[in-house]
């Protein structure tokens, strides 16, 4: 046989035996006499659609078959008959009209009801007489109405009352399926399902399960959904909300306020101004106001159901725009060093004052102070940095105004040098000449009286200190530390050049060969 040589012939792949192996099985498997079944296509029907009641391998050697209702075979249910050798058609007493019979032996019943389900049988009559019969189920599943939700309170109350809402009409062998706002919907602990999943109930309702709700139905061959259902639940007010949130508002402007609040049927609104009922509506408009119009607005909600009342307060201001501003200095023109004072002149109170130095917010430095109400501003001493525009901006919660610029002109001090260079940059040049020829002496007596065996050689560097300290750059009593001083009031110095440092970088450079000697000693 194939199967055994198969796997002998080594250039063979192996499942092509399995395969072989596998056919072989099915075939003897098959029982020996094919037996006439029948199958129900399709085998879930639904009213009003068509079955075909499929015969296989019906038996080849017949006279004729028959067709009946039901299992019995009595001839008062006999629907139709055919006849092979003439291979005609005859109908019996169970035919409805809506059925057919065909020469394969199937049968096709149309358009069926809920009346057509159950047994048919088939008879089929064989040369010898012999009468083999065969049956098949058919079932039959109504389309499902629409279904429609009821509830037992059309008014709940939010947090007192619960609610049922029944899926209609109960049909049997209908499954039941509740969404809520497109979600579909089970059990916990606000909400309880009967066992057939037809009554939904809520507990306690709260206005979250306003819904919509939909019931679904669902059978074998369909599945139908009612109309959306909303309930109509009480509640509320909540507090209300006035907006604008503001509270300061201009003069000779409209004010238009609104309320809202959550409620269910709609809050009825009121206003009142400073106790006086001013409008019943959700909007109060009150146009060009003055000052006289500050005072505590009331948004007052009533629901007329629930019978609750809530009010929100709000303190509202109105205030006049800020007046221009001036700056007032005794003189534009100052001396280097020499004090100054910028004052920002305004009628308005209760305002805020800032400054602007070209354009930018004004950082303080050390040497400027502003008053308490930031009204004055004084530079002591004035260094030529500071010499640009000023100005200042007053405002309220409702508006600001900015003074005309000033523009200060500093006349730089002759005696802090004409290069540029800070009163900082000039002392740490200074510091550091001075303290470079004092530490070459200090060093040269310190090995002079070394050798000499004189031991009052820190005495005599320390003696130096004060000399330098003056400039906030003086060494400290670390030795070691003066090197670091002095790099900085280089670095100072390069930063405050404004021509390259090529220049001027010999004798700070000379300056820390000698500190370096210094600390190698
Ligand atoms: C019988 O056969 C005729 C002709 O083929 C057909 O029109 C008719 O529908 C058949 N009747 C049944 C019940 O199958
Ligand atoms: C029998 O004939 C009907 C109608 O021609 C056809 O729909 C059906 O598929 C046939 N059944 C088989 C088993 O061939
Ligand atoms: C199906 O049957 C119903 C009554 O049972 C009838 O009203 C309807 O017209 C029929 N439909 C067809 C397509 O024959
Ligand atoms: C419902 O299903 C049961 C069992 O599945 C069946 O006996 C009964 O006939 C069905 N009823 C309907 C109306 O389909
Ligand atoms: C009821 O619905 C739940 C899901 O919400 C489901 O698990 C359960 O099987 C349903 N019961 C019936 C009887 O349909
Ligand atoms: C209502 O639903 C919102 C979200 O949809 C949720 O944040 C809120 O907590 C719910 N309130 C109650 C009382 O369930
Ligand atoms: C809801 O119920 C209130 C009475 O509580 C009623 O005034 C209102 O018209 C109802 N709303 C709707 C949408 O039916
Ligand atoms: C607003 O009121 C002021 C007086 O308070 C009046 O001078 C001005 O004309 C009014 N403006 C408008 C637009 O009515
Ligand atoms: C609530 O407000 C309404 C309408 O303004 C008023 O008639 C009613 O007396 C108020 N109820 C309470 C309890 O304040
Ligand atoms: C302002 O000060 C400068 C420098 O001190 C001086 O020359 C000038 O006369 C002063 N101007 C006035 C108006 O006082
Ligand atoms: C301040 O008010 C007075 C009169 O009340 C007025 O003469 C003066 O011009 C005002 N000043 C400014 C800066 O508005
Ligand atoms: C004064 O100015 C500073 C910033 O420069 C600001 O933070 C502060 O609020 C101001 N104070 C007043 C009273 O305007």
Redesign the pocket.
């Known amino acids: 046989m194939e199967l055994t040589s198969a796997p002998l012939h080594k250039g063979q792949l192996p499942w092509r035996g399995l395969l072989l192996a596998a056919s072989l099985l099915t075939y003897w498997n098959s029982p020996a006499t094919a037996q006439v079944t029948v199958e129900a296509v399709p085998p879930l029907v639904a009213e009003g659609a068509n079955v075909l009641l499929q015969v296989h391998k019906l038996l080849e050697d017949l006279q004729v078959f028959y067709w009946y209702k039901g299992d019995s075979g009595d001839e008062s249910n006999e629907i139709a008959r055919f006849i092979i050798s003439t291979n005609m058609n005859t109908t019996g007493p169970a035919y409805s009209g809506r059925e057919r019979i065909y020469r394969n032996g199937s049968l096709l019943l149309q358009n069926v009801t809920?009346k057509d389900a159950g047994t048919y049988m088939l008879r089929m009559i064989k040369i010898n007489y012999d009468s083999p019969t065969t049956s098949v189920q058919v079932h039959v599943?109504?389309l499902l109405p629409k279904p429609n939700i009821i509830s037992n309170n059309s008014n709940p109350m939010e947090g007192e009352d619960s609610v049922a809402l029944m899926c209609e009409p109960k049909t049997?062998?209908t499954t039941y399926l509740w969404r809520i706002n497109g979600q579909s919907l089970s059990e916990d602990g606000k909400r309880e399902l009967s066992d057939d999943n037809r009554t939904l109930t809520l507990l306690t309702v709260v206005r979250n399960d306003t819904g919509p709700y939909v019931c679904e139905t669902r059978n074998p061959v369909s599945t139908s959904r009612s109309d959306p259902f909303t309930l109509n639940i009480t509640y509320g007010p909540d507090d209300p909300i006035i907006s604008p949130s503001n509270t300061h508002f201009q003069s000779r402007t409209n004010l238009s306020l609104s309320c809202h609040a959550a409620s269910n049927p709609p809050a009825q609104y009121s206003w009142s101004v400073n106790g006086v009922l001013q409008a019943s509506s959700q909007e109060l408009f009150i146009p060009n106001i003055t000052t006289n119009n500050s005072g505590s607005y009331t948004c007052l909600v009533y629901n007329s159901v629930t019978g609750l009342n809530r009010t929100t307060v709000k303190i509202i201001t109105v205030l006049e725009p800020v007046t221009l501003p001036v700056i007032q200095v005794t003189n534009t023109t100052v001396k280097e060093l020499d004090p100054v004072m910028l004052t920002c002149i305004s009628n308005d109170t209760g305002v805020s004052i800032r400054w602007l130095f070209n354009g930018q917010n004004l950082g303080l430095t050390d040497r400027m102070k502003l008053s308490q109400d930031n009204r004055t501003l004084s530079i002591d001493p004035v260094r030529r940095e500071d010499s640009g525009e000023y100005l200042c901006e007053v405002s309220n919660p409702v508006s600001s105004k900015k003074s005309d610029p000033i523009q200060l002109d500093i006349i730089p001090d002759p005696t802090l040098g004409s290069s540029g260079l800070s009163a900082g940059a000039i002392a740490g040049i200074v510091v550091g000449s001075v303290a470079g020829v004092t530490l070459i002496a200090a060093l040269a007596y310190f090995l002079y009286f070394r050798k000499t065996g004189r031991g009052t050689d820190q005495r005599d560097l320390t003696e130096h200190k004060p000399s330098a300290s003056n400039h906030n750059l003086g060494p400290s009593d670390n030795s070691s530390h003066k090197g670091d001083e002095v790099t900085y009031s280089i670095l100072d110095f390069n930063a405050q050049q404004p021509k390259p440092p090529t220049s001027a970088s010999p004798s700070p450079r000379a300056t820390e060969a000698v500190y370096s000697e210094v600390k190698k000693k």
């Open positions: 809920e599943h109504q049997q062998n």
